[in-house]
């Protein structure tokens, strides 16, 4: 039973330019969450996605945007990369009715 | 807003040793659950140890157990018997039992097990 995986693993933008991230969750999961974690901090939570819709979004600008499939899994896009986003960025998937939260091992963005 | 503090940017103990890692937390809900994630060098963030609020027994996970004293707000993790495998970040974390797994960390503390 495949975890949590999320792609790409690595990767390097330039300021202005956008990003797509990918996540899919943990086989029988329906929800899945991104968080952002910056170098030395914890993660901060950017938003929820469970039937498609947005559930709910942390303090982040509308530059953050993100898409769940009928399949569950998901995307975030970032726009007009700035330098403050680079981070590693984590996924989770839950079941909407509770349970344990799983992480993938995340995608780290680099902008120069 | 909740909010959760770990006060121990690092640690180190030796191996076979002993530790414990502080966090508080704040919030005026009485419903929520509090964890303790593990995160390696590998990047994957592994649930350590989950309290519910409302149990009273302070939870335990073969080497792992909490102390959690709610009305003190405070959630620490004891490690016992040090293994060089437990070298990495923890996190304390937080749940509102309502907030759909919004889960809020606290800033990490670096552990490592000393050979």
């Known amino acids: 039973d495949a975890g949590v995986t999320q792609s790409p693993t690595h990767l390097i933008k330039t300021r202005g330019q956008q990003v797509t991230l990918r996540c899919s969750p943990k086989s029988g999961h329906d929800t899945v969450s991104w968080y952002q974690q910056a170098l030395g901090q914890g993660p901060q939570f950017i938003f929820q996605y469970y039937e498609e819709e947005e559930r709910q979004r942390g303090n982040f600008p509308d530059r953050f945007s993100g898409h769940q499939f009928p399949n569950y899994s998901s995307e975030l896009n970032v726009n007009a990369l700035l330098l403050g986003d680079s981070a590693l960025y984590l996924c989770a998937s839950s079941l909407m009715e509770g349970g344990r939260m799983f992480f993938g091992e995340g995608s780290r963005l680099t902008v120069l | 807003a909740q909010t959760v503090t770990q006060s121990q940017p690092e640690m180190s103990v030796q191996e076979a040793e002993t530790v414990t890692l502080s966090c508080t937390y704040d919030t005026s809900e009485s419903n929520y659950y509090l964890f303790w994630y593990k995160q390696p060098p590998s990047r994957q963030m592994i649930l350590v140890i989950r309290?519910?609020?409302?149990?009273?027994q302070n939870a335990t996970e073969n080497r792992f157990s909490v102390n959690f004293q709610k009305a003190a707000k405070s959630f620490s993790l004891k490690i016992s018997d040090s293994q060089l495998g437990d070298t990495a970040m923890y996190f304390c974390a937080f749940i509102w039992v309502a907030s759909y797994d919004k889960v809020i960390f606290g800033p990490g503390t670096s552990l490592s097990v000393i050979p």
């Open positions: 309290q519910e609020a409302y149990k009273q």
